[in-house]
């Protein structure tokens, strides 16, 4: 329990060190996150009806859909 506190406190930097976000630095991360989620939502779909990938779990979206748009 000691160990894990002080793994996740040395990842961390203090709060001081930390950089501010900008209102628009904030708005481009929502225009990501709502585009990343379109895509991931469209390619789900377009998965769901070929009988290629239409078995596949939950956890195996991971590898298919979402590394490969992160990579682009």
Known sequence: M???TLAS???QP???TQPKITPE????LSDLRTRIQSSVGQVVLAMANLPR???QTLG???HLVLE?????
Not at 25 to 28: G, H, P
């Open 53 to 55: 990938y239409r078995n």
């Open 25 to 28: 630095m904030r708005a481009k």
């Open 9 to 11: 406190s040395a990842a």
């Open 60 to 62: 195996d979206l991971s």
């Open 14 to 16: 203090p709060a001081a």
């Open 68 to 72: 490969p748009l992160l990579r682009d």
């Open 2 to 4: 000691m160990l894990a």
